[in-house]
T-cell receptor, first 114, second 110 residues
């Protein structure tokens, strides 16, 4: 099976712009989670989608949003970018409702905000 | 705040030596998982240990879990240069997302 894919891999934006990141999960996986990784804060959970519904949400401002499509592909959007949004954004898919859930990560999108 | 905290933050060893990393967490968990991340890339699942298990092995990896101390350790035996990476523990409770620690950066010197 193909792994989790994320596009684009690298992105440079300026403050105030918005950005959309895409994630295609492993075939058959219906849950997609997003994480933000920075040197200072480590890996922080953004949100999780399952069957097109947001199942969990982390402690991020409303500028961060996401959605999931009927084919389980997911997108996350960050509006009004700030310098602090520079990070590696990781997407992971899993196969709920099996417990425990192992997450399969994509390679990430590295976002630089100037 | 994050659930898991790894210790040490960084570890440097010679090839062939064993590497031990520790993880402590704060609340009751269902499972604890360990992941590896090569520089700037996605995480790879290594091993999962359930809350009712005390020890688990997978190849050169050995994980222990002490729920009374809310801690886990990951031992990599006979380390190789290819083991150089960051290692994260992640905890979960039912219907809650995985919570990751900040990781241990392991350098294995050939």
């Amino acid at each position: 099976k193909a792994g989790v894919t994320q596009t684009p891999r690298y992105l440079i934006k300026t403050r105030g712009q918005q950005v959309t990141l895409s994630c295609s999960p492993i075939s058959g996986h219906r849950s997609v989670s997003w994480y933000q990784q920075t040197p200072g804060q480590g890996l922080q959970f953004l949100f999780e989608y399952f069957s097109e519904t947001q199942r969990n949400k982390g402690n991020f401002p409303g500028r961060f949003s996401g959605r999931q499509f009927s084919n389980s592909r997911s997108e996350m959007n960050v509006s009004t970018l700030e310098l602090g949004d520079s990070a590696l954004y990781l997407c992971a898919s899993s196969l709920p409702p099996a417990q425990p859930e192992t997450q399969y990560f994509g390679p990430g999108t590295r976002l630089l905000v100037l | 705040s994050q659930q898991g905290e790894e210790d040490p933050q960084a570890l440097s060893i010679q090839e062939g030596e064993n590497a031990t990393m520790n993880c402590s967490y704060k609340t009751s968990i269902n499972n604890l998982q360990w992941y590896r991340q090569n520089s700037g890339r996605g995480l790879v699942h290594l091993i999962l240990i359930r809350s009712n298990e005390r020890e688990k092995h997978s190849g050169r990896l050995r994980v222990t879990l002490d729920t009374s101390k809310k801690s886990s350790s990951l031992l990599i035996t006979a380390s190789r240069a290819a083991d150089t990476a960051s290692y994260f523990c992640a905890t979960d409770a039912r219907n809650t997302p995985l919570v990751f620690g900040k990781g241990t950066r392991l350098s294995v010197i050939a």
